[in-house]
Structures are given as C-alpha cells and as structure tokens.
C-alpha cells in the first residue's frame, strides 16, 4: 500500500528498515516488510487501529497489511541475557538513535517512504563489500547476536560475504566473557534452527567454532575435529524426495548422526531439541552403524531385522524410504539390498500368522523368524 493512500499511516513519520531495505539491496528475496515509527507514542497508534504486539517492545501490526511497526527505541544492557535489558521507547528517540541499537551495519539501514537511504553506519559499503560488520561496541549487549552473525553468514556465504575482522574479534571477546552461556536454551535452538535451513548451514557451525562459541554452546560437536568436517560435508547429502519442510530436521540427524547415543541425548536435552529431531537423529545414526557394519560384511537376516526393529520399521513403514535412501548415498548396492528385504519382510504379515493359530510369545518368534527368513534371502 502507498504511504501517502494509506490513512492509518497519515501524518506519521515511518522508515522501511532492517532486513526488507538490507534483502532488497542484495537482489534477495524479501518476504516480509519492517516499519519503524518516529514521534508516535503507543496510544497514537492503538487510536490508529495498529494492534500492539510487543511484549517487551512497543510493536504493533497494522491493521490491513498486518506487518510490524516498531516505535522507535533506545536499548541498554542492565543485566545476563536476554531479560536484562532496558528499552526507552519514546516519541523523542530519532531513527539514528534506533539505528544505532542494532546488530550489522547491513541490518541498519533505513529508507523513506520516497525510497532514499538512510544510512548512518555505512550498510550499503558493507553489502557491497559483503562484509557482515557490528555497527558499535553494543553488539556485546546481546549474546545472540554471535549466532545472527554466523546465521546470516550461512545465508549469504555463498555470495562472497564474510566476517570483518573486527567483528570476529568482538565475538571471541563475547564468548571469552562467558555471556553466551546466559543464552536459554530456546534461542540457541531457534537461531540453530533457522541456520540449519539457510543454503550454507556448515558455515554457521564453522564461524561459531572460529570464535569458540560452538565449544561451549553445543561441545559435544567440536569433540572430534575430523569427525565434525565430515558432518558439516554431509548437510548437503540429504536423501532424495524429502519433503521441503523436512528439510532442517534431515539436516539435524545428519549433523550428529556419528555420535554416540550419550552424546547426541546430551545435546538434545540442553537444546531442548523437538521430539521430531532427536527421534530422526536417532534412526539415522542406527542406520549408519548398519552401513558401517555392512562396510565389513553383508548383514544378515538379523542384523537388518535389529535395525528394522530399532527404527520401528512396522509401525511407521514410511521412515524406511528415505533411510534407504541415506544408505545409497554412501552404498547403493546395500540400499538395493534393504530395500528389497524390507519389501519381502514387509509382507508377512502378523494377520496370517494368528489365522494359522499362532498367539502370544510363539507368534512374535515365528514373526521374526519368517520376517529373518525373508531378508536372507532378500540379500
Ligand atoms: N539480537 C538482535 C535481533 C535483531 N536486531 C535488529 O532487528 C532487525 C530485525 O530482526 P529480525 O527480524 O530477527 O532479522 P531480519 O534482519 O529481519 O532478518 P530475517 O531476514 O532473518 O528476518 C534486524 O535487522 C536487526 O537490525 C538486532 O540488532 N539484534
């Protein structure tokens, strides 16, 4: 909607800012617009019909287009973490005063409603540059901002953006200072999360692990050096036909699909990892240890059942596609394999077993024993 049509936005003064003016810029695509409003105080913009959103912020979304309008604000650090913090919001805080608060100097950038730039921390030499640069030494007043940055290098690594020097600095300075630990468990997740479905989510692991965060955020990962290069490699050897949305979760297993089950349970716990992923993490890492075995020597009738058995195979058939499928990035002879056992397998059915008079402990050895039977002669 044009400002200047737009009567709910009549005689206010509001700036397009953040990511929408940085995307724009870069040729990426932008799906949704942030406003900031200079001069306005919350009752202005509740009588306007603007609902106020913000818990800890005056934030409110427009009542036709719904996107966010902020009020322009001041942030000072008062204490740890994320809830030490002291907003000032009030007509008198100017967009430069707002600007200033944030994160990357391509993140502070503004533009009128004429389309020109306001730019006070040299953004757009800094996109040009693809450099990702903190705009003051306030960057350290929240931690979070040491995953942004290494979220958003996982975004546009691609493009040639890397670290300024000087930010990579203030980051291992952040993390000596202990502050991420502050971090709830919740926001490392969401920011891990959103990296891990970025087109170059190794780096975000890598960036964090020059700066030392990885090793206190998520130490069961840096472990094993070697082991973890290998993994980052991996985010990119998803099975084939996963569905879009599954894509962070595919990333996620294979991330940690080479730990061991403490490990991997550790880790899930301290991120408070969604069942979804840790069940996943889990199936795929059985199913490497079945590939790394048959590396050695075929499996047998009761190796592929166990795994079967372990990835609950007969209950949920529609986790063995793509498990096969994983196994076939690496040893397609033994995909075709599994995927044949588990086609035989699949076919005994506990069904017939009961009509031919098989009950109780006698019916789930004779299940077994037939379901080995098959994929014996499956491989
Ligand atoms: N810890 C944070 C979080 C946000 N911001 C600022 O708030 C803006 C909006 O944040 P957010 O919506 O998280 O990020 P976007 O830049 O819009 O990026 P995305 O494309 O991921 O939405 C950012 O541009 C940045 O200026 C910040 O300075 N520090």
Redesign the pocket.
């Known amino acids: 909607m044009a400002e200047g049509r737009d009567p709910h936005l009549h005689g206010l003064e509001v700036y397009r800012?953040?990511?929408?003016v940085?995307?724009a810029r870069l040729g990426w695509p932008v799906?949704?617009n942030?406003w900031v409003v200079v001069g306005a105080t919350p009752e202005a913009m509740t009588r306007r019909g603007f609902k106020p959103v913000g818990r800890d912020f005056p934030v409110f979304l427009h009542p036709e287009t719904h996107e966010e309008y902020a009020l322009a604000r001041t942030e000072r650090k008062s204490g740890h973490g994320y809830t030490g913090f002291t907003v000032h919001a009030s007509p008198a805080v100017t967009l430069e005063e707002d600007?200033a608060?944030?994160?990357?100097t391509i993140?502070?950038m503004a533009e009128t409603p004429e389309g020109e730039l306001v730019d006070p921390h040299g953004g757009l030499a800094d996109l040009e540059a693809r450099r990702l640069r903190h705009?003051s030494p306030a960057f350290v007043e929240?931690p979070?901002?040491v995953l942004?940055t290494a979220?958003?290098l996982a975004?546009y690594a691609g493009l040639g953006f890397v670290i300024a020097d000087e930010t990579r600095a203030l980051m291992a300075e952040l993390v000596d200072s202990g502050e991420l630990t502050h971090l709830v468990a919740e926001r490392v997740w969401t920011e891990t999360e959103?990296a891990l479905g970025e087109p170059w989510p190794e780096v975000y692991f890598q960036a964090l692990d020059e700066c030392g965060a990885l090793a206190q955020l998520l130490p069961e990962l840096v472990a094993d050096r070697e082991a973890l290069d290998e993994a980052l490699g991996r985010l990119h050897r998803l099975p084939e036909d996963i569905e879009a949305e599954q894509e962070i979760r595919w990333r996620w297993a294979r991330l940690v699909e080479h730990l061991g089950e403490s490990a991997r349970t550790a880790l899930a716990e301290r991120l408070r990892l969604p069942r979804a992923h840790a069940d996943l993490a889990r199936q795929a890492a059985l199913t490497r240890q079945l590939r790394l075995e048959a590396g050695c020597e075929t499996p047998d009738g009761a190796r592929v059942l166990a795994w079967l058995d372990g990835i609950d195979a007969w209950r949920r058939s529609e986790r063995v596609a793509p498990l096969v499928s994983l196994v076939s990035l690496d040893d397609p002879g033994l995909a075709v394999g599994l995927a044949l056992a588990w086609r035989l397998a699949a076919q005994i059915l506990p069904r017939v077993l009961v009509e031919e008079g098989f009950k109780g402990r006698a019916l789930g050895e004779e299940l077994a024993r037939r379901r080995r039977e098959a994929i014996d002669a499956a491989l």
């Not at 800012?17 to 929408?20: D, E, F, K, Q």
């Open positions: 800012v953040g990511g929408a940085r995307d799906y949704d942030d600007l608060r944030r994160d990357l993140n502070a705009v929240d979070l901002r942004r979220r958003f975004r959103k």
